[in-house]
Each structure stands twice: as structure tokens, then as C-alpha cells.
Nanobody
Framework: QEQIVESGGGLVQPGGSLRLSCNFI????????VRWHRQGPGKQRELVAEISSRGSANYAASVAGRFTISRHNGANTAGLQMSSLTPEDTAIYYC?????????WGQGTQVTVSS
């Protein structure tokens, strides 16, 4: 049974850092593009960052320079390091893996940035 399990969300103060992780179960990660999306309160889901199977990364303008996406094919995991967080980063963050017609989503992890 293929699934993605996310972890690492929580409450953090403005200016703080947080690391999200996703563990890919039953999925051979090396072939997949990994993406992190988020959906803030009252907002549409948006793409935050992506990393190709070859390790090429791209970021939304709103997080470039603050977030870093990574992948570890051997461990079947991926991560999103977030720093200089602001209340605007408050959202449910979703990990996604896609390869051709195969696509999987995690259940989401809540990130709340508040003092």
C-alpha cells in the first residue's frame, strides 16, 4: 500500500524555523518529482517547492531564500526546511510525489506561525 506520511508541523514564533519531513512507504522515490504544497486559511492550495528526480529545485517567490527542499532517495524521505517564518506561512503543508500517471499525497501537517 503506497502512502506518504508527513511529520514536523507545529506552532512556531515569527522568525523561527521548522523542518517538515515526508516518509514514502511502498514508493520507489528515485523516479518521482517531490513537491510541497500548502493551503492557508481561506486560501487556495499553492505550490511551495519542488525537487526533480535529478535534484533540481524550484521555489515559489514567496518562500525563495527562506525554504529549502531536499530529498534522500536511499532513505525514501524528503524534507522542507523553513526559516524566517511569518504568520503568512501558516497553512496545512502537503507532500506530493508524482511520476507519470502515478501520484500520491500525504495527509497534510499543520504549521502555525504565531506569537
Amino acid at each position: 500500500q503506497e502512502q506518504i506520511v508527513e511529520s514536523g508541523g507545529g506552532l512556531v514564533q515569527p522568525g523561527g524555523s521548522l523542518r517538515l519531513s515526508c516518509n514514502f512507504i511502498g514508493i520507489t522515490l528515485e523516479f518521482y518529482t517531490v513537491r510541497w504544497h500548502r493551503q492557508g486559511p481561506g486560501k487556495q492550495r499553492e505550490l511551495v517547492a519542488e525537487i526533480s528526480s535529478r535534484g533540481s529545485a524550484n521555489y515559489a517567490a514567496s518562500v525563495a531564500g527562506r525554504f529549502t527542499i531536499s530529498r534522500h532517495n536511499g532513505a525514501n524521505t524528503a524534507g522542507l526546511q523553513m526559516s524566517s517564518l511569518t504568520p503568512e506561512d501558516t497553512a496545512i503543508y502537503y507532500c506530493n510525489a508524482k511520476w507519470g500517471l502515478a501520484e500520491y499525497w500525504g495527509q497534510g501537517t499543520q504549521v502555525t506561525v504565531s506569537s
